[in-house]
């Protein structure tokens, strides 16, 4: 396993900007939901509109930064940073607004590196409620129902055993133990177990195509090197949270280990390029190409892939078929939006659970225990629904996160077909944004 996991899903379904310009190098990332959570984050944050990187500034555009997320994410976190290293310190109450942090600091402008000594103090929970959770919530997601994992919890860790077939999949099974009210912890001892066997060869030419798809790694002078399955990228990206995400693309197929440590970051690295306008069009059978591959690596969509039909016109995919679950569906949304040359995605798929529906009452009990699971629950006001198939969410809650992991849930409950979010934020924050959350 990677030794970091605090990349699974650094991707951002929006790029424009925010309508207000006292906060103009914020984006939309409180309109995504977690797990897994999926939060998403923008690859590069200005420090200060001078684009001065010095610990002062630094410090001062992460503070702002975890201030963006208030009430999710406490006030009372300490913020240090001494030659572009930050040190984030103190307690939060779960798992997600532990990792979240960290994720936001690696994507301010200038940031070299996390050290990450937040420490979690849940609600005492018992450990055998714990592990019944997450195993539920395993079963419930019908991306890891067939998932062959074992989940053990002592003092609130929890520790994953058993095998996966990617990286991709181990990280979406920690995910969801993180996203269990009461874990302080999860100790992911998962073994990859690879379905077949490929060439060190294979596995390079796999890594580059890969980031040179990816909107947030391409163009950038990444090098891979692989030996005997063990991956080394050299180079340079312009933000830590892209070092993040190119160590996430190596984990191809075949992939045994992943070694970033020569992958430099320099803030005006994409400034460099830019000012090149090194960015080629695309042609419309290759964004088609790569949006298969990324469908098929994906464990949120690739049981689906080959009933997902790809038209691309002028850089625009137009997604058809049908799908088990809404989470797929949206999830083949976000792949799209993360190939370069997209411009938009035109998501048509269908979400047809299958012939043995549950019927509602039995639908909404679960989405109930989910949302019951979740650590962002505090002071929410959820009353949830399901007519039909379609979820509703309806009352108030004190933030967009809350309300983004609230739709999230119902998305992953089993023959939910829709969602319509009708919760309200109680205070709403002094900023607007754009983006369609996934």
Partial sequence: MTSSHITDELVCESRRPLRRA?????TAI??????????HLTPLRA??????????????????????????????????????IVTLSGSVDNMLA???PVKIAASVRGVLG????????PEPRADENIRKDIQTALLDYPATESYMVSVSVNDGVARLTGTVTSEAESRLVQEIAEGVRGVKDVRNNLILQYLERRSDQEIAADIQAVLHWDIWGNDYPIRVWVKNGNVTLTGTVGSLAEKYRANWDAWVNGALRVDDGELKVEPTARDHLQRANQHPIRSDGEIKGALQRSLGSDPRVSRYADEINITVEDGVPLLQGEVGDLKAKSAAGADARNIVGVPAVDNELSVQPGESLSDDADTQKRMDASLHRDPLRTNARIEAAVIDHVAYLNGSVDSSAQTMQAQDIASRTKDVVEVRNHLQIETEPDYFFY????
Avoid at 114 to 121: A, G, N, Q
Wanted: hydrophobic fraction near 45%; charged fraction near 20%; proline fraction near 4%.
């Fill in 22 to 26: 006292a906060i103009s190098s914020k």
């Fill in 30 to 39: 409180l309109l995504i939901a977690a797990i897994t959570t999926t939060w």
């Fill in 47 to 84: 420090a200060t509109a001078k684009m001065e990187f010095n610990d002062s500034a630094i410090k001062s555009a992460v503070k702002s930064e975890l201030h963006f997320e208030m009430p999710v994410f406490p006030n009372f976190l300490d913020v240090s940073v001494s030659q572009g």
């Fill in 98 to 100: 532990k990792r979240r």
């Fill in 114 to 121: 996390v050290i990450d000594l937040i420490t979690v103090k």
């Fill in 435 to 438: 983006g369609q959350p996934i």
